[in-house]
């Protein structure tokens, strides 16, 4: 697959400035007329353009909208929880006027999908939780993690193509396919020192638990069978906390199924979807 050409195809960057707390954040929207919309939400080594496969493939079947986290693409840096963020995003979606939408969170993402679904079900439909976990629960206030930080002494250090490369080698260290390599470190070279702050705080301070006995959403946790990321012993506490849902394991991928084996990953999403 051509992701270089994908990339290209992807919608141009907009833009949803905050008023409450005057930052902005950006988006890519491809509105499909009288097409259900599918909210996609990154992970921490991506940003909007990461779901290129999606754009494409449901292309004349969905409506898509991918959203930057606070830090990463073209949206704006700001120290916050993932509590606030998420009503950041419901700001932006009503800007949009969006009534009702699944969402799609990967990772990071699926993090902010736990606690935006939770707290949303007047918009969101079906939420699917790719790759993630519910947390580290760290107290506020608390220094970068260690991973964390070591993660923003090499961005400071750094040109974009080697830290790129760093990251996706670290998080995908069985990844032969050469095609697929370049276009996630090129993603991930894209991240700043102020990605990683905001990212890792909201990240480690987080504990979904509270949140996920309000999530009755119909849920599908995507997980992968060589993911070095995710814990097996993570996974097992989210399926624990969301016992409705259905679980499925994608084979012989590791932490980025949608890029790694976008067809399988795509194909298990609009199974889902249609149900």
Known sequence: ??????????????????????IKLSYRFRNEKNKPLLLLLHGFNGNSKSWASQFKYFKDKRSILAIDFPGFGG?????????????????????????????????????LAQIFSSENHDLVNKVILS????????????????NYSSRLQERIEMNNRDFGDLRI?????????????????????????????????????????KYL???????????????????KERSDELEKLIPHAKVKELQNVGHAPYCEDAKSFNAEIEDFLQQ
Do not use: W
């Open 131 to 146: 790759c993630t976990h519910k947390g580290f629960g760290c107290p506020k206030g608390k220094p970068l993690m260690d």
């Open 1 to 22: 697959m051509n992701y270089k050409k994908l990339i290209e195809e992807v919608p141009n960057l907009d833009f949803y400035f905050d008023k409450l707390l005057k």
């Open 213 to 231: 006995l309000n999530l009755k959403q119909d849920c599908l946790i995507l997980k992968a069978s060589k993911d070095v990321v995710v814990s």
């Open 169 to 209: 080698k670290e998080m995908l260290p069985e990844l032969q396919n050469e095609e697929v390599f370049k276009f996630l470190s090129s993603i991930s070279g894209e991240i700043s020192e102020n990605s990683i702050v905001c990212g890792g705080m909201a990240m480690q301070t987080l504990d979904t638990s």
């Open 75 to 111: 949206s704006d840096f700001i120290d916050i929880d993932m509590v606030v963020i998420a009503k950041i995003l419901r700001r932006c979606l009503m800007s949009l006027n969006v009534s009702c939408c699944d969402v799609l969170g990967h990772s990071m993402g699926g993090m």
